[in-house]
């Protein structure tokens, strides 16, 4: 962990949340953003939903290039990571 905001690893990829709207996966210089939505739970804790992209594409790569469905399942698993490392709990991904 950088800071409070961000979750770097060895292997290369970082997730960054510059806002509660949104969250950056960087991997190798191509960088994906997910929607993200906080809302308190009866403990005034902060349950956070996160919006998968209509369509998995890298944002500074060609149009062309898509993301396949083992990648989106392992960017999932390193965003479930990064969340639990910087103590946010995940309500749901949609």
Not at 46 to 70: C, F, H, L, Q
Not at 73 to 80: E, P, Y
């Amino acid at each position: 962990m950088i800071n409070n905001k961000t979750v770097e690893s060895s292997l290369g990829w970082r997730i960054r949340v510059p806002s509660i709207h949104h969250l950056k996966y960087e991997e190798h210089e191509k960088i994906i953003e997910v929607e993200i939505e906080g809302g308190t739970d009866e403990k005034s804790a902060t349950d956070w939903a996160i919006y998968e992209p209509v369509v998995w594409r890298w944002k500074n790569m060609n149009y062309d290039d898509s993301v396949g469905p083992e990648k989106i399942a392992g960017i999932l698993d390193r965003i479930r990571v990064a969340f639990d490392k910087l103590d946010m709990k995940i309500k749901e991904i949609i």
